[in-house]
């Protein structure tokens, strides 16, 4: 179900930033309780926190909802850099990516 993915990704983006989750409650302006209940599955926020959320975590909604986009910072400035690049140097880097699996 959908919502145990927004438990669990919140969860994973939160380690991700490297924040307890009664620190990340407190910088949101909420209870200090209130990130380890919405991780431990009591409740689900507002769409306004939510969005609220995605921004303290340094995602947009979509980046959120993306299955298999484990760090959605390090996969925009990826693809940032993969769009300067000629579409020779593209092909290599890809090369060196599919190599890498």
Known sequence: MFEDYIYNRISELRLLKGVSAREMSLDIGQSEGYINSI????TLPSMSMFLFICDYLGVTP???FEPGNRDPAAMRELLAEARRLSPEELRLVTAVM???K
């Open 98 to 100: 599919r190599a890498m």
């Open 62 to 64: 979509a980046e959120f």
């Open 39 to 42: 991780e431990n599955k009591r």
